[in-house]
């Protein structure tokens, strides 16, 4: 276990939280000046997500003013990707509200707060934070203090499969974070998924062992197809909200199980539905893309993101853009 853990050192990466710091500042003088950084910390702005600072790995930032007050959030570089995504080309400019569907503990729905925020607006735009769980939900409503979010967001605690999409208080909800519970099998720190996947991998070589291992297999198997049920599920509700037009989803699975197959079979599903979405190219200059596996044309696998835990210096994640596809007639009508 020392070992791996050694091996997956990824870099410390820091969210300045524009809600608590002027947006404007860009010079690295200048950020390390409002958030108090010492002189002899390196660092540099991240070139795919914007006010993400890189620091090297191992930093320690825990117990930093800016971190304790809010300033700095910590959060990884690939989970910063679901927010950033769903602002889409031109930011949130369509004004509407936003429903973080699985929010707890919050990142990206402070993250999501922030992006929205920045926008001019004649009326206050609310960040919707479901979660199912209490206690996360709780967690949540500190942290969104903390970020200085509480005013943006407003946490429910309810199930997302559950809402009513035709509640007049989500009429103005145009975007949809969707970062379900996943396998986490993309997580450096969950030893356990890496060691399952390493065993997965290198498949059952001693015969003395098959019976033991082909079990657990099975309980692996049946855990993440409730998983992705789950997931697909979660999506499908997301295609139902009558003025939605921009939908991320998102996981921090390296699993294509979670992955390119729930947006094949969401996709599909919104065809039959009546309620077309379409995939929208992510972070167009972030090199890993999605994987071609049956149902999904390599131009679709390219519109996806990946991140690979061990070789982008990130956690393992998984993003997905969806647009409605009458979008634009919509707009103009
Ligand atoms: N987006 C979060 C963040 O960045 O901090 C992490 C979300 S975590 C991957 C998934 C969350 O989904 C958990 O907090 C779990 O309690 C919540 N959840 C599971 N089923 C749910 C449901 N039906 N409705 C709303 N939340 C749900």
Known sequence: ENRISHAIKLPRYARINTLLVKESIADIADIRTA??????????????????????AGTELHTHPSVINGKLI????????????????RGFDDHGDVIDACAAPGNKTSHAAM????????????????????????????????????????????SF?????????????????????????????RLDHLLELASMKQGFEDPSEHDEQDSSSNEVQARLQSLADFQLEALKKAFTFP?????????????????????????RAS?????????????????????VIDGLSNDQAD???RANGLEDGTNGFFVAYFER?????????
């Open 35 to 56: 958030l108090g950084l010492p002189e002899d910390l390196i660092f540099e702005m991240d070139p795919h997500v914007n006010d993400l600072i890189v620091f090297p």
């Open 271 to 291: 065809e039959e539905a009546g309620t077309p979405f379409h995939l929208v190219k992510a972070l167009p200059t972030w090199p890993r893309r999605g994987i």
């Open 243 to 267: 003025n939605v037009n921009r939908i991320a989803y998102s996981t921090c699975s390296i699993f294509e199980k979670e992955n390119e197959e729930v947006v094949i079979a969401a996709l």
């Open 161 to 189: 499969l559950d809402i009513d999409v035709n509640d007049p208080k989500y009429q103005n909800v145009s975007a949809i974070l969707l970062d379900p519970s996943c396998s986490g099998s993309g997580m450096s720190n």
């Open 303 to 305: 519109y996806l993101v």
């Open 115 to 158: 992006l929205v925020a920045r926008k001019q607006s004649s009326r206050p735009i609310k960040v919707f934070a479901f979660d199912r769980s209490a206690t996360r939900l709780d967690l949540l409503k500190r942290r969104m203090v903390s970020a200085g979010a509480d005013k943006i967001v407003e946490p429910c605690l309810q």
């Open 325 to 333: 596809s009458n979008n634009l007639k919509r707009k103009r009508e």
């Open 74 to 89: 910590l959060q990884d570089k690939a989970s910063c990707f679901s927010a950033f995504v769903l602002q889409g080309e």
